[in-house]
């Protein structure tokens, strides 16, 4: 995936995320309805056509109850660059509708919620979307909360504007909304910053919303041991030594996967890329490995949570199954029998978090 930008490129992508932002009701006047009606399907059809020519293959999508997307592409960067972009899965049910994307700076993650919401809106207005299969749920609103700007002409600053872009999806949040969260509370301490978005992030667990949370705070992978509709994911990055200087390099490969993401201090990686003395950087490591050491405990998952967990990830997945299942017997037998294996596998876990709980 090539992390590509320009001036038509940024215009396209807002005028696309800003249109599904524009389909509010909540308008003070006839006018001014008529005003953000005309300019939201403008913005549409100019996303249309422009991504009728950006689109290599594609394919129509379903609409379900749920967002899943295989081997999904950015549906303008792959026309841009003309290279066949990074591909990546995607999957937002009722039982697991709210997952965080970790990963370091330059990996991908803003992209690819933007792909996602991209996908979202190609899908709801009638065009093909660029994946292998693709289904959605229909989205009453797009939220997105996307982007380091302050705004001058309201005297607000990066966090201010940040604050009030969460509180409008806060207060117009329903079950049917996506919800786009690139990053929040980087404009204030680290401390301040972990207590918004883990309190933000518990008051949208109370809804169906669908939600994509990037973060940097890998504090708020715990909530996935809390609620069992929390799923980590994380952006794959891979480190080669040269041979010649000996150092360490990192080799992006844009590829999403489980879990939460293991890299330490890939800031000061980032860092290292730039004309920083070298000292600065040592320094800067050995601070942080300090702050590490203190800050990160070891911590096991409760095994009564990991067996509700099970329970509920296994209730869901019947449930789906259910309502959009088009298997021919022997298939859905094959599959009955997978859910129960899987389900059987994760009580083992919970059962060995208790022995390991008992030995120490």
């Known amino acids: 995936m090539l992390r590509v930008s320009g001036p038509s490129l940024s215009r396209l992508t807002e005028a696309a995320v800003g249109a599904g932002r ?7 006047s006839p006018q001014l309805s008529r005003w953000i009606s005309r300019r939201t399907c403008g913005a549409l059809f100019q996303c249309r056509a422009f991504i009728s020519r950006c ?8 609409f379900t ?8 592409r950015h549906p303008i960067l792959e026309r841009i660059s003309g290279q066949r972009s990074v591909s990546n899965n995607s999957y937002i049910s009722e039982g697991s509708n709210f997952i965080i994307v970790t990963g370091p700076n330059m990996s991908g993650k803003s992209t690819y919620l933007k792909q996602v919401a991209l996908c979202q809106i190609m899908a709801q207005i009638g065009s093909f979307v660029p994946a292998e299969y693709a ?4 989205a ?6 996307i982007g380091v700007d302050d705004d001058f002409e309201t005297n607000s600053s990066t966090f201010m504007v940040e604050m009030k872009e969460i509180s409008y999806i806060i207060h117009n949040v329903s079950d049917r909304s996506l919800i786009i969260i690139d990053e929040l509370g980087r404009g204030t301490s680290a401390e301040e910053g972990v207590g918004i978005c883990h309190s933000v992030c518990e008051f949208l667990l109370n809804f169906r919303a669908f939600t994509l949370f990037a973060t940097h705070f890998l504090e708020l992978c715990q909530l996935e041991t809390l609620y069992p509709n929390v799923e980590n994911l994380h952006m794959e990055v891979q480190h080669t ?17 489980r879990g939460c993401s293991e890299e330490r201090n890939y800031g000061l990686k980032a860092a290292e ?11 800067a490591k050995e601070i942080a490995s300090s702050v590490n050491q203190q800050l990160w405990a070891r911590q096991h998952s409760d095994p009564e949570t990991l067996r509700q967990r099970a329970v509920y990830g296994l209730a869901t997945r019947l449930l789906q199954t259910a309502r959009n299942s088009r298997l021919d017997p022997d298939s859905l037998r094959i599959y009955l029998k997978g859910l129960r294996r899987r389900y059987e596998a994760e009580l083992q876990v919970a059962e060995a978090t208790v022995s390991m709980d008992t030995e120490e």
């Open 140 to 145: 009453h609103q797009i939220f997105t909360r």
């Open 241 to 257: 030594r040269s041979a010649e200087s000996g150092a360490e390099n990192v080799v992006y490969t844009y590829l999403l996967s």
């Open 65 to 72: 109850d749920t967002l899943a997307i295989k081997h999904g």
């Open 273 to 283: 890329m730039t004309a920083l003395p070298l000292s600065i950087i040592q320094e």
């Open 135 to 138: 289904s959605f749920r229909i």
């Open 22 to 28: 524009g389909l509010q009701s909540q308008a003070p």
């Open 55 to 62: 689109v290599i293959t594609a394919l129509r999508p379903e």
